[in-house]
């Protein structure tokens, strides 16, 4: 019996990984002193942004031009590597990618 064990774990050790998903990660400095950490991964129709010490999800929206992330008041605006960063109760400020 501890010899079908040891050999299951040992097939298991040779087998390979999953493949991880393409990603990509972009950081953002704005003209109000935020600082933006985005990830993108392929197949992924979303933007995951960490700021103001959070992490959201927003995912894709129509845009007539670049690319626009929105959820619960939070929208985020991509054209080249310059962004417009919308929120709730705030001033809308310009980003842009470093």
């Not at 992330?69 to 470093?98: E, H, M, N």
Request: glycine fraction near 8%; charge should be positive; proline fraction near 4%.
């Amino acid at each position: 019996m501890t010899m079908v064990r040891i050999g299951a774990v040992l097939l298991l050790t040779m087998l390979p990984a999953p493949l991880a998903r393409a990603q990509t990660f972009v950081s953002y400095s704005c003209a109000d002193g935020t600082s933006i950490s985005g990830a993108f991964f392929k197949g992924e129709r979303n933007m995951r942004i960490q700021m103001d010490g959070r992490a959201l999800t927003l995912p894709q929206r129509l845009a007539a031009s670049g690319a626009r992330y929105a959820k619960a008041g939070v929208s985020f605006w991509i054209k080249g590597q310059d962004a417009t960063l919308k929120r709730p109760k705030r001033k809308t400020t310009t980003c842009r990618a470093l």
